[in-house]
């Protein structure tokens, strides 16, 4: 069965819940999803499709990958001009983390589901390699979840610390994917962990791909747009917040499109001041260097020989693997 199909077997309201079958990806392949929301305006603007990646543990056993839950809105009255948790831009929670099927089925379809799933492998024992590492070698710590205390999730430690989602590292990936290596607000997202997964197991350096100015200028419009038509409609992560009603005197939905391109754009979480995204959209000198999922797949202008999984076509992800699993995500 699809994994579309079974987009309405959960139960839970998106955090927390349970899946009557696992997926079937093998062991270190990487699990793709094209799925709504601002990475995905983001990753449209340059030309690219995927925009989620997922590290499998093997069919129906564990995941790990790198994600970022809803930021929480600043409180009242602070919200009419910064509407956004500066803290929860830039040290996205849960960040890395290692979770069951019930966690990463909620993660895709708790609330929705994405347009398009898929996996790719390479060279099996290769591939299992880099799933073996980072579950079997890697240090973590374990966190309750914040929605279900019984259940625990396992956070992958990178320099003594969890490892935070990071929407610089669109921008700029730093070094996040070497060893040893670092990056602003000790983060990754999907893709950079998915090089650096493959670097951990030894397979070799992904290398990143640099975005021209033209590129980062169109991206960071579509950001800004994206992000102000959902505060407007009251979506994605504006459900329910009716920003424009509580300040009906401010550019509410305006300054929480400046916050959120200034902070993919210049690691400046904390301000609405769109002058900080705007400088670097409007310099013909500024790119962007980092690692997409579809560089990890090996899609469109990116190599296939970059990584193990390149090489490979995209499978289908199908949820047929036996046994109920509950889990949480956040």
């Known amino acids: 069965m699809s994994a579309l199909a079974l987009a309405g077997t959960a139960h839970a309201s998106g955090e927390c819940g349970s899946t009557s079958a696992g997926w079937n990806a093998p062991n270190g392949a990487v699990v793709f999803d094209r799925s709504f929301g601002p990475i995905r305006d983001v990753l449209d603007a340059i030309g690219e499709y995927r925009t989620h990646s997922m590290l499998s543990h093997g069919p129906g056993s564990t995941v790990s990958h790198a994600t970022m839950a809803n930021p929480t809105q600043e409180p009242w009255p602070g919200v009419c001009t910064k509407p956004i948790s500066g803290f929860d831009l830039r040290y996205g929670y849960p960040g890395l983390e290692q979770i069951n099927q019930g966690g990463i089925y909620m993660s895709l379809y708790g609330k929705g589901g994405p347009e398009w799933t898929g996996w790719q492998q390479g060279d099996p024992a290769q591939a299992a390699l880099i799933g073996d590492s980072i579950w079997y070698n890697h240090s973590y710590v374990s966190d309750k979840s914040r929605?279900?205390?019984?259940?625990?999730?396992?956070?992958?430690?990178?320099?003594?610390?969890?490892?935070?989602?990071?929407?610089?590292?669109?921008?700029?990936?730093?070094?996040?994917?070497?060893?040893?290596?670092?990056?602003?607000?000790?983060?990754?997202?999907?893709?950079?962990?998915?090089?650096?997964?493959?670097?951990?197991?030894?397979?070799?350096?992904?290398?990143?791909?640099?975005?021209?100015?033209?590129?980062?200028?169109?991206?960071?419009?579509?950001?800004?747009?994206?992000?102000?038509?959902?505060?407007?409609?009251?979506?994605?992560?504006?459900?329910?917040?009716?920003?424009?009603?509580?300040?009906?005197?401010?550019?509410?939905?305006?300054?929480?499109?400046?916050?959120?391109?200034?902070?993919?754009?210049?690691?400046?979480?904390?301000?609405?001041?769109?002058?900080?995204?705007?400088?670097?959209?409007?310099?013909?000198?500024?790119?962007?260097?980092?690692?997409?999922?579809?560089?990890?797949?090996?899609?469109?202008?990116?190599?296939?020989?970059?990584?193990?999984?390149?090489?490979?076509?995209?499978?289908?992800?199908?949820?047929?693997?036996?046994?109920?699993?509950?889990?949480?995500?956040?």
């Open 147 to 330: 929605f279900d205390t019984g259940q625990y999730l396992d956070r992958p430690v990178r320099n003594g610390a969890r490892v935070n989602y990071s929407l610089f590292q669109y921008r700029h990936l730093e070094t996040a994917n070497q060893i040893p290596g670092n990056a602003s607000n000790n983060g990754m997202v999907c893709s950079t962990f998915m090089a650096y997964a493959h670097n951990y197991a030894g397979r070799g350096v992904v290398t990143p791909h640099t975005y021209s100015h033209a590129q980062i200028a169109n991206a960071s419009n579509s950001l800004y747009t994206g992000i102000y038509n959902e505060c407007k409609s009251s979506l994605g992560w504006f459900v329910d917040a009716a920003l424009t009603v509580a300040c009906p005197t401010y550019n509410v939905c305006g300054n929480a499109g400046n916050q959120v391109a200034n902070c993919m754009s210049a690691n400046m979480c904390d301000s609405s001041d769109g002058r900080y995204w705007k400088s670097v959209r409007d310099d013909p000198n500024a790119t962007a260097t980092s690692i997409s999922p579809d560089r990890i797949g090996g899609w469109g202008v990116h190599p296939i020989s970059n990584t193990v999984w390149g090489p490979d076509y995209t499978h289908q992800l199908q949820w047929n693997s036996g046994g109920n699993v509950y889990g949480c995500w956040q």
